[in-house]
């Protein structure tokens, strides 16, 4: 092969240029090109990767001790080692500080501190700060002049960890036009190396169009949410061609003119729908979205719809065949003088598909209707559904072995479309001789 003829140091220095995925790849073509690569410390701390879920947030308010609101912009970054999934995630968090915020009731003076000037030496702060403290759960605060410079400052450190580590899951909320801004020209300017396709929330004023011109969303989305308790309007952009090729759309706290034949229509195609919205579907017509669910074949699929009355989830079930489905009682989480009892069910439909539906309650007021198939369908599953929408409906061991009805997850379900983890090959680079946290970074590695 090529590769075997090329000089060692040659070949060292073009590896150390690349994203660790690439050199994990290159290094995997020939067996001489792997035992050097284990060698040298450089290129064996990259083999040694960390595999990260990203949280980016724009638009986080906190409030000084005047209670003035102040914005904030931070990066939580959740790590494991490479080929360790049973290992618990360690978990950072970086704080973009800047003049006029200091003085926020949430800032800690004994914060340890990165100096930004660091972001501009990428494999220096990578090995001397990251791998060495930023995997003992703590928070940092980074330094900066402005608020530009922290939106900047921060695209800079996105950067660094999509080069060095392996990015698993990227969520951005993007609350802030004007810091979003920022960061999007700087990401044009120095294109992300981001192999997944990202989860983003927005606010319902961005265009659309120019939003998804940014380079970093070259792969396409994940996930779309858009919602704002202020703002309940989406600008002539319902029907948005985007939103046919993203698997994932949600709606929050908006007026929508989604109608019946929308759900079947223009995002028949939709992975994951969620309505938190109010929209054009009364609830007689949430009946008939069932109905078409056990009367159509259809491709795995989790629908989420608000209604404002109070309806069981028997309610919805009027034009099913009672043969078809079953009901399960769990125990509410709801602390009372009885025990109250909450009821979903599970039905199969003309094709022996099996759906799940369960009514979502959250702060007594917000119902939705949440509908998905059995295969992904366990206690697990109606826990971190209970989490993220922060309803306390369903607690753990509340559930009657004999009534509840779940079955066992099937892996075939999946709404993810990024590309693979290394670390699913055949590869192993746990492996190698040293370890990047405890080695002495090579000074001829250049920045």
């Given at each position: 092969?090529?590769?075997?003829?090329?000089?060692?140091?040659?070949?060292?220095?073009?590896?150390?240029?690349?994203?660790?995925?690439?050199?994990?790849?290159?290094?995997?073509?020939?067996?001489?090109?792997?035992?050097?690569?284990?060698?040298?410390?450089?290129?064996?701390?990259?083999?040694?990767?960390?595999?990260?879920?990203?949280?980016?947030?724009?638009?986080?308010?906190?409030?000084?001790?005047?209670?003035?609101?102040?914005?904030?912009?931070?990066?939580?970054?959740?790590?494991?080692?490479?080929?360790?999934?049973?290992?618990?995630?360690?978990?950072?968090?970086?704080?973009?500080?800047?003049?006029?915020?200091?003085?926020?009731?949430?800032?800690?003076?004994?914060?340890?501190?990165?100096?930004?000037?660091?972001?501009?030496?990428?494999?220096?702060?990578?090995?001397?700060?990251?791998?060495?403290?930023?995997?003992?759960?703590?928070?940092?605060?980074?330094?900066?002049?402005?608020?530009?410079?922290?939106?900047?400052?921060?695209?800079?450190?996105?950067?660094?960890?999509?080069?060095?580590?392996?990015?698993?899951?990227?969520?951005?909320?993007?609350?802030?036009?004007?810091?979003?801004?920022?960061?999007?020209?700087?990401?044009?300017?120095?294109?992300?190396?981001?192999?997944?396709?990202?989860?983003?929330?927005?606010?319902?004023?961005?265009?659309?169009?120019?939003?998804?011109?940014?380079?970093?969303?070259?792969?396409?989305?994940?996930?779309?949410?858009?919602?704002n308790e202020f703002q309940s309007t989406f600008a002539d952009a319902y029907h948005h061609e985007v939103f046919r090729r993203i698997p994932s759309v949600s709606f929050y706290t908006m007026d929508l003119p989604y109608t019946y034949e929308d759900v079947f229509g223009f995002f028949k195609d939709t992975k994951k729908l969620s309505f938190h919205s109010e929209t054009r579907i009364p609830e007689e017509q949430i009946c008939q979205i069932v109905q078409n669910f056990y009367e159509v074949k259809q491709n795995e699929r989790i629908l989420e719809i608000q209604f404002d009355e109070d309806f069981l989830v028997k309610d919805f079930l009027t034009l099913i065949p009672k043969k078809a489905y079953r009901l399960h009682l769990v125990r509410s989480g709801i602390v009372g003088p009885?025990?109250?009892?909450?009821?979903?069910?599970?039905?199969?439909?003309?094709?022996?598909?099996?759906?799940?539906?369960?009514?979502?309650?959250?702060?007594?007021?917000?119902?939705?209707?949440?509908?998905?198939?059995?295969?992904?369908?366990?206690?697990?599953?109606?826990?971190?559904?209970?989490?993220?929408?922060?309803?306390?409906?369903?607690?753990?061991?509340?559930?009657?072995?004999?009534?509840?009805?779940?079955?066992?997850?099937?892996?075939?379900?999946?709404?993810?479309?990024?590309?693979?983890?290394?670390?699913?090959?055949?590869?192993?680079?746990?492996?190698?001789?040293?370890?990047?946290?405890?080695?002495?970074?090579?000074?001829?590695?250049?920045?």
């Amino acid at each position: 092969m090529i590769l075997d003829g090329l000089p060692l140091e040659l070949m060292r220095e073009v590896l150390l240029d690349l994203h660790t995925v690439d050199i994990i790849r290159t290094v995997k073509c020939t067996r001489r090109l792997y035992q050097f690569a284990k060698a040298d410390k450089a290129l064996s701390r990259r083999l040694q990767y960390r595999v990260l879920d990203v949280h980016l947030c724009l638009d986080e308010t906190v409030y000084t001790k005047y209670d003035n609101p102040v914005l904030r912009l931070y990066l939580d970054a959740k790590f494991r080692r490479a080929n360790d999934e049973r290992t618990r995630w360690s978990s950072s968090r970086f704080d973009f500080c800047f003049e006029g915020d200091c003085r926020s009731t949430h800032r800690n003076d004994q914060t340890p501190k990165i100096e930004s000037g660091l972001l501009d030496r990428p494999s220096f702060f990578y090995d001397r700060h990251f791998l060495r403290i930023c995997e003992d759960g703590t928070k940092f605060d980074i330094n900066n002049g402005s608020l530009d410079d922290a939106a900047i400052n921060c695209a800079k450190l996105l950067n660094i960890l999509m080069k060095f580590c392996v990015i698993h899951k990227l969520i951005m909320d993007l609350g802030n036009d004007h810091m979003w801004d920022k960061m999007n020209a700087f990401f044009n300017a120095n294109p992300p190396n981001l192999r997944i396709q990202p989860c983003v929330s927005i606010p319902p004023k961005i265009n659309l169009d120019d939003f998804l011109m940014g380079s970093i969303f070259s792969n396409g989305l994940a996930e779309i949410s858009i919602g704002n308790e202020f703002q309940s309007t989406f600008a002539d952009a319902y029907h948005h061609e985007v939103f046919r090729r993203i698997p994932s759309v949600s709606f929050y706290t908006m007026d929508l003119p989604y109608t019946y034949e929308d759900v079947f229509g223009f995002f028949k195609d939709t992975k994951k729908l969620s309505f938190h919205s109010e929209t054009r579907i009364p609830e007689e017509q949430i009946c008939q979205i069932v109905q078409n669910f056990y009367e159509v074949k259809q491709n795995e699929r989790i629908l989420e719809i608000q209604f404002d009355e109070d309806f069981l989830v028997k309610d919805f079930l009027t034009l099913i065949p009672k043969k078809a489905y079953r009901l399960h009682l769990v125990r509410s989480g709801i602390v009372g003088p009885e025990p109250e009892t909450r009821t979903w069910a599970k039905m199969t439909d003309k094709f022996g598909g099996r759906w799940a539906l369960v009514v979502i309650i959250v702060d007594d007021c917000w119902r939705f209707l949440h509908i998905c198939s059995m295969k992904c369908f366990t206690e697990d599953y109606l826990f971190n559904l209970c989490d993220d929408l922060s309803c306390e409906q369903f607690n753990s061991d509340q559930f009657d072995s004999d009534q509840s009805g779940f079955d066992q997850p099937d892996s075939d379900f999946d709404l993810s479309d990024s590309d693979s983890d290394p670390s699913d090959s055949d590869f192993d680079p746990s492996d190698s001789d040293s370890d990047p946290s405890d080695s002495v970074p090579d000074t001829s590695d250049s920045d």
